[in-house]
Nanobody, 121 residues
């Protein structure tokens, strides 16, 4: 069973930046697509960014396009989310997970603790 640990969240002012990291253990991520998700209380978890198995293709939620950049380092079994020009509406708990490429549906319903991102106005 893969274990995914998110880190890098924090409190920033609007316009600031954060870099989130996703570290995996239990299996390699070298052959799977990955996604970053976020969730706020009372709302559905939504996918923010997706990256293909080799990093060659990325996709983003429209509201974060041109502000967020997803990347991966398969040699280190890590996935990253660079978040720039943060807005208060980006405030959420951010999670990573394996996804089914194309549909962006999570591979399973196992989630880590996530990392809290809070953006003050």
């Amino acid at each position: 069973q893969v274990d995914l640990v998110e880190s890098g969240g924090g409190l920033v002012q609007a316009g600031g930046s954060l870099r989130l990291s996703c570290a995996a253990s239990g299996r390699t991520l070298s052959s799977v697509a990955m996604g970053w998700f976020r969730q706020v209380p009372g709302k559905e978890r939504e996918i923010v960014a997706a990256i293909s198995w080799n990093g060659g293709v990325t996709d983003y939620l429209d509201s974060v396009k041109d502000r967020f950049t997803v990347s991966r380092d398969n040699a280190k079994n890590m996935v990253y989310l660079q978040m720039d020009s943060l807005k208060p509406e980006d405030t959420a708990v951010y999670y990573c997970n394996i996804i089914q490429w194309g549909s962006n549906i999570p591979w399973n319903d196992s989630w880590g603790q996530g990392t809290q991102v809070t953006v003050s106005p």
